[in-house]
C-alpha cells in the first residue's frame, strides 16, 4: 500500500473513531422502524400527528425526524409529495386515529406495551387505549408513574369508552375477601380470576391526574337485576387510612348524592385486624365478614363481603354479604366489578 492510500484510510479510521466518540458522548440511540403494509394508504388524524413536514427527502430522512421527537413513534411518507408525517401512536392495523392519504407508506417503531421491557410512559389502562386505540380488554403490564413498580393489570377496554383500571372484580366466590390489613394494601386473587388489586397500587395510580371510578353489578338472575354508578374525583388517602374520596357521577341505580356508594365518601378502609371504622361498639369489618370503606353503623355498600348464593344472605341474616342495597337491598349480589380511569 502507497504512503497516500495509506494516509487516506488512516484519515477515514480517525474521522469514524471522532464521530463514533461524539456519538456515545451525546447518549445517541439508534431506532428501529419497520415496514407495515396494512397502513398504506392513511396517515394519522391531526390530534395524533406530532409533526408534519414537506420537502422531506425520502423514508431515511422522515424516520430521522420522527426519531428527534421525544413523542413520535411511527411516520407516514408520501413519496409524490415529499410530506412526512410522525404519529404518536404505532398500532399494526386501520383503526379510529386514521384517515386515508393516497399513496402514503407506514413506518413504526415496536409496539409499547408488548415489549417486555414496559417504559414509564404507561402508567394505566388509559395510556394502553391511547396508544392503540384498537387494544383489547386483558392483562397487561404497566410502569406506576411515580414509584416505577412494574405490576399486571386487568384492563376494560370495551365499557364506556374503555381505558378502565379494575381493582375488585368477583363472580363465582373463589377468592375469600375476609382478608388483613396487609393483604388489602398489598392485593390477593389473580387477574383471570377473583382479585383485589391492591389499595397501594389503586392509591398511586388515582393520583397522578383527575379520576372517575365505577361500578358494575348484578344481583341473582332470577332477580334480573344490573347496574352501574360512576363517581368523580376518585382518590385514595395514603396509607395506612387509604380513606376514599368521590364526588356525584351518574348512576343507573341509586340517587347520586344522598344514596348507594356516595354514603362511605370520606371514611378509611378497615379490615379485621386494623380497626378504624367510627362504630364504637364493634368492629364493622370483623362482625361484617370483609374489608371496606365503613361509616357510621359501618355499611350501605359492602361489595368484598362473603360470597353466598347469590339472591341469599349470609347464615347471620343480612351481615357479611355482597350487598349494594339500592340493587337489591340486603340480598347478596352475584358479581361485582369496581375499576377506575384518569378523565
Known sequence: ??????????????????????ISSININFTKYYYEHNLDGYRCVPNETVIETDNVLGYTQCCKECHLSKKCRSVFYQPESKKCIGCRLNPRAPSCIHEPLPGSKYLRTKPIYRNKVVPASVTDCKDILENDCSAPSGLYKISLWKSKKIIPVL??????GGGWTVFQKRFNGSVDFYRNSTEYENGFGKLNGEFWLGLKYVQEMADQGTT???????AARSHNKTGYSTYQNFKLDKSPNYTIHIDPGTSTIENMHDGGFIQHNGFHFSTYDADRDEETNFNCAEVYHTGWWFKKWCYHVNLNGEYV??????????????????????????STKMMFRRV
Do not use: H, Q
Open 309 to 334: 348464593t347469590p339472591g341469599t344472605t349470609r347464615d347471620m341474616g343480612i351481615e357479611g354479604a355482597i350487598v349494594y342495597f339500592e340493587l337489591d337491598t340486603y340480598f347478596s349480589l352475584e
Open 155 to 160: 384492563c376494560d377496554m370495551e365499557t364506556a
Open 212 to 218: 372517575e371510578l365505577r361500578l358494575d353489578l348484578a
Open 1 to 22: 500500500m502507497d504512503y497516500k492510500r495509506r494516509n487516506i484510510l488512516l484519515g477515514c479510521l480517525l474521522t469514524f473513531a471522532e464521530i463514533w466518540t461524539l
